[in-house]
């Protein structure tokens, strides 16, 4: 599983910050179980039975959420090209970030952050 996560992830020049391809994620999930239930994320490098999860705060892409598919919950895929609407080229922890805050913004009528 390292190295196809190392595949998916390469070293920005930008002081070692870490970015993916836009095309390399796999929808929009809403977490079911543990601690972080509730919580919007971005999955990848999704298996039979797990996810790789990140929000750009807590789980960035350096160090992702492995999560059981059972213990989340996929978004439509129209919810998704919404979020992914927001993304441009390669992602970055603060792109993903401002996408789920934008998401959540027009979603719940609130103000999102970074």
């Not at 796999?26 to 972080?36: A, Q, Y």
């Not at 959420?65 to 919404?82: A, I």
């Amino acid at each position: 599983m390292l190295t196809c996560l190392l595949s998916v992830l390469w070293l920005s020049p930008m002081k070692g910050m870490i970015s993916m391809k836009k095309e390399q994620l796999c929808g929009l999930v809403i977490s079911l179980k543990g601690r972080d239930a509730g919580e919007l994320f971005l999955a990848y490098d999704k298996s039979e039975e797990y996810a790789m999860l990140v929000d750009g705060k807590r789980r960035k892409l350096m160090n992702p959420k492995r999560k059981n598919l059972r213990h989340m919950r996929f978004l439509p895929d129209s919810e998704f090209q919404t979020v992914s609407g927001y993304l441009e080229g390669q992602l970055t922890d603060a792109m993903i970030r401002r996408a789920i805050a934008r998401y959540k913004a027009g979603k719940y009528g609130k103000q999102g952050g970074t």
